[in-house]
């Protein structure tokens, strides 16, 4: 039997493939502080478990392919609040931002079409284009100044007769970079010069530091029917597990469309929709202490980086990630080694390779991307961890 | 913007296209009696909720992408008890049934590949093979013969060098059909003559009746490696809304490409995995009255639809569908008028026309698929409305 050539070649995520040796260090008795994973240590908010806990059925079934109406009303008094004038038939609500991605590229993207991305990006990206059978085409950026995008006429020969969207996260996981609005503006001329969806992917739009301010694709009066909006609760709520996110869209032709996306895989699940629904409740000042200790951890993490020899890397202006250069020939040899052949005091550190982050070849080997999700304490044993790591490494070479 | 082919391509469900019809009729204060879709009236075991209230934790986390490890186990263990020797690292946890037939094709075919699957069959493998890129070639059945599958000497015609898997629904939807062994022969020599996969869906397995078997192509040593499983919980616990499902597969080589996608979507949500995993403690004897049951509806609807003038339709044996050819030129029409124009007392009924079952040209125009997922007494009085429905329809042509 042949398997599909699609598949063989799709990367293993960068993020997780290395479960393995943590599991088997894990049950060496090793403690490991996962640095790897935007899993927040975050609690998530009691009113999920206790609406999940009160509702009442019979029978589990089948929602709306679209999504549980009160969810979807959520998210559109949620938009409101940003000044974003979504309406219910708008919004499809998704399988995390992930379906959401794929869908997109689904719907924008025929085989072997182009869509563009400023590189480095998620990692997830050039997986589910993969399964789409889009290509995803670097927009290359860089550490040295700042991540910041190219100009116009620099991204405007990336353009092909088979590109069909750009695809942007902002703020930007890995770089934790905030685009500002001469980018904004680039990327809204680019699209309209070539006639371009944008699918601006900003599920960390909560997630912003030094007074710097998100600006978003959907609040564009001129673009509104080029830009599809990615959006999961899994950040802003501590609510990865819950694997609830949606699509926005003032174009109602691509939102028509897309739903026969969402009748093909029936609907999301009913519980975690339900429970979703009231989060949007949450108190904004809890978010605020939460982005607060999110800035706090930053600096944790900015501060010890600087501190170690060989280590490169810049200050990330929102998210939850830095990316940074080590003194390492190859990143993930050594985050493979950090599992299976150090400790202190029998604890040890789990960060992500960065390669899997760019499709440039060759760029990206000797970076890894760590997430600031665990409590200060834990991060700064974390970074001592790492850095202790780094000295042991060095002198193994 | 050009949005893309494929997805301009798609058909909308044909169980869901008519759901703004039916929120209509609702809204008007129309009761909509529902044989449109596979969602049944049983009610979901208590232990599913139970488990879900009991489940405490601070922060709902992603889970492994491969499922929880509960989950897997009880699926290996249902499995066990039907003979067939998964082990937990056979076995990818998946988003309900739908996702595992994705990602089969995904990992089967590439762009234009082809797999061959018998006609009628359940309308979304045909959306989610547009996703994949990939082309349904349908082994045409008949009503006539009872859904017979064609000799080994004419499957063998269908096979074309593009051919990488036979996807089969065994009992299946819509059409009810349990395949004998003899045809299961014919499917495994056809898979080893030209190399294929088999990718069986079996969510039906317990709804089988007249004491008939369903055969396991998981039951195969000879074709192990070449059969990939697909499961779900949702008839079979009636817990459609939770959206669990799994790939299983003794070829360890495609289960570990098929991680990747599991990798791309991160996880499964975790408060239904949870509850999931016990349900398969749901105590045989109640599997069995669900039988029993569905058993008993098959018969009032099929006595049902005999006694209505210009109706043909077969004895279904497995599942909870019946295909039936109505004496309309056009069922759509006829299903879309029984929500807009008809009603008996406040009442009607939703079938799903079944053209979107068939991607043969021409067929199925006059066929609808009704599912008999309402208690005994909703069916007796949904199929009174349905007969009423095509004597007035007649009177109005």
Redesign the interface.
Known sequence: ????????S????P???L?PFSDEAKKNGKKVYHLN?G??????PRL??ET??NYD?????????QGLRSLIDSFVEYYNGWGLNFEERDILIT??G??AI?FAL??????N?EFLVPEPFYA?YN??GE?A?AIAVPIVTKADNGFALPDIAELQKLVTPKT?AILINNPSNPTGKVYDSSEITNIMQLALNN???IISDEVYREFVYDGLEVFSFGSIKEIE??VILIDSISKRY??????IGCIASR?N??IK?????C??????????QV?ASELFNMNKSDLEKIRTEYDYRRKIVYSALKEMKGVFCKMPQGAFYIMAKLPVENAENFAKWLLTDFEINGETVMIAPAEGFYVTEGRGKDEVRISYVLNAKDLEKAMAILDAGLRRYHALQ
């Open positions: 039997m042949k398997i599909s050539d699609r598949i063989l799709m990367q293993a995520s993020i997780r493939k479960v994973i899993q927040p240590d975050i609690k998530t999920f478990f999940v806990k059925t019979d029978v589990l079934a089948y929602t709306h392919s399988n995390g992930s379906e794929l689904l719907a924008t993207c025929d085989q079409d997830n997986s589910i399964m059978g069909r006639d371009l969806f029917d080029r501590s609510a990865c597990g819950a694997r174009n032709m691509i469309q897309m739903l026969k996306l009748q093909a895989r029936l609907c999301v699940p009913t519980l975690e429970g």
